[in-house]
């Protein structure tokens, strides 16, 4: 079992950056691929920025150039780093993990492990 906690979501104006931070209670190594997903109301989880074994990432297409995935492999950490932030993104930002060997990039249907959510609103 793995444990997801994640930090960070809150308030910010559009134009405006924030940061997400997810703690992660094994190490990176006998993992698959790390992904953030989110969820708006009335709208299905999407995945948002995934990275997988290698550091190999991929973004969804409404937040490439303005998100960034990364990860600490000492601290079992991973992060995302919003910038440019727009009232669509609002969502509930959800810190997810795969087992290993499973395809990558995946899909919320075959993800195995979820953090609580944090909320992110973008709003004037």
């Known amino acids: 079992q793995v444990q997801l906690t994640e930090s960070g979501g809150g308030l910010v104006q559009p134009g405006g950056s924030l940061s997400l931070s997810c703690t992660v209670s094994r190490d990176f190594s006998g993992l698959g691929s790390q992904a953030w997903y989110r969820q708006a109301p009335g709208n299905q989880r999407e995945s948002v920025a995934v990275i997988g074994r290698s550091g190999t990432t991929v973004y969804a297409d409404s937040v490439r150039g303005r998100f960034t995935i990364s990860r600490d492999l000492a601290k079992n950490m991973l992060y995302l780093q919003m910038n440019n932030l727009k009232p669509e993104d609002t969502a509930v930002y959800y810190c997810?993990?795969?087992?290993?060997?499973?395809?990558?990039?995946?899909?919320?249907?075959?993800?195995?492990?979820w953090g609580q959510g944090t909320q992110v609103t973008v709003s004037a």
């Open positions: 997810a993990a795969v087992r290993m060997f499973k395809p990558f990039p995946p899909a919320v249907a075959t993800t195995d492990w």
